[in-house]
């Protein structure tokens, strides 16, 4: 075993730098990772709420058009028995 006081000082040193730019490192890429799910999260979402939006638009749109042809069929019912036939 050889025991160089400055060596080992220098040595210990330089180790503590490069753990804290590797611990630095790695939570900055945790960090990027956590913010990439969340904008991937937010946009899923927005994409959720849109669908549901056309789909609420798209049923609206349905009923809308079933109530404008049952009252379409009615006024030509009524407009055919009020003609007298020539």
């Known amino acids: 075993k050889v025991n160089v006081p400055f060596l ?3 040595l ?3 180790l503590i730098e490069n753990f804290e730019k ?3 490192k790695g939570r900055n890429g945790m960090e990027w990772v956590m913010d ?8 899923n979402k927005v994409k959720q709420e849109s669908s549901d939006i056309l789909t609420q638009l798209e ?12 009252s379409m069929d009615s006024f ?11």
């Open 59 to 70: 049923t609206k749109f349905k009923r809308e058009a079933e109530d404008l042809k049952q």
């Open 8 to 10: 080992s000082g220098y």
């Open 22 to 24: 590797n611990a630095m």
């Open 76 to 86: 030509f019912h009524k407009t055919q028995a009020n003609t007298s036939p020539l």
């Open 36 to 43: 990439r799910i969340k904008e991937e999260d937010s946009s």
């Open 12 to 14: 210990e040193r330089l």
